[in-house]
T-cell receptor, first 106, second 111 residues
Framework: GIQVEQSPPDLILQEGANSTLRCNFSDSVNNLQWFHQNPWGQLINLFYIPSGTKQNGRLSATTVATERYSLLYISSSQTTDSGVYFCAVLDDKIIFGKGTRLHILP | DSGVTQTPKHLITATGQRVTLRCSPRSGDLSVYWYQQSLDQGLQFLIQYYNGEERAKGNILERFSAQQFPDLHSELNLSSLELGDSALYFC??????????FGPGTRLTVT
């Protein structure tokens, strides 16, 4: 099955910094999503982005399907951005990466 | 608020017991997915239902079963519970094979 790898596994940044999170996948996918799991455990949809670029406020994402990776950009980080960011792809089932744990310091 | 509801929010039970977790999908979504999130295994896909029928199976144990009812709500039944079954159980829904919306989860503690 498809392998999904996320990097870095952990990231600590000062409030106001920018960050780039990466998701690599081992085969072609038709479906890729980014989620944020907040410190209370809630999983929040960020982007459904099988290809191309999307932006939502301070967050944007780009998927280059032909090169099998996706990037999530967070600009001007806030403490509320802390949590774990997951990418997930659809093969015959949904496969999640292990996530990037982001900690934003005030 | 994703529009997906799950009950109960928290559940504490003893080993060997059986519990039922409930999920109501977003209005109009035909697909329901169940996931288990534990500290050591991460987010694991368990099972998917589409309009009442099982569509895909993941790492679901034989002690676990699920179903989707005609009104599209779904239940996940966990039996002969073990300490290792303690986890967050999420339900998600989607209109088809695309974007998924997650419920708030049920935190199960087996003592």
């Amino acid at each position: 099955g498809i392998q999904v790898e996320q990097s870095p596994p952990d990231l600590i940044l000062q409030e106001g910094a920018n960050s780039t999170l990466r998701c690599n996948f081992s085969d072609s996918v038709n479906n890729l999503q980014w989620f944020h799991q907040n410190p209370w455990g809630q999983l929040i949809n960020l982007f459904y982005i099988p290809s191309g670029t999307k932006q939502n406020g301070r967050l944007s994402a780009t998927t280059v399907a032909t090169e099998r990776y996706s990037l999530l950009y967070i600009s001007s980080s806030q403490t509320t951005d802390s949590g774990v960011y997951f990418c997930a792809v659809l093969d015959d089932k949904i496969i999640f990466g292990k996530g990037t744990r982001l900690h934003i310091l005030p | 608020d994703s529009g997906v509801t799950q009950t109960p929010k928290h559940l504490i039970t003893a080993t060997g017991q059986r519990v039922t977790l409930r999920c109501s999908p977003r209005s109009g979504d035909l697909s329901v997915y169940w996931y288990q999130q534990s500290l050591d295994q991460g987010l694991q896909f368990l099972i998917q239902y589409y309009n009442g029928e099982e569509r895909a199976k993941g790492n679901i144990l034989e002690r676990f079963s699920a179903q989707q009812f005609p009104d599209l709500h779904s239940e996940l039944n966990l039996s002969s519970l073990e300490l290792g079954d303690s986890a967050l159980y999420f339900c998600a829904s989607s209109p088809g094979r695309n974007e998924q919306y997650f419920g708030p989860g049920t935190r199960l503690t087996v003592t």
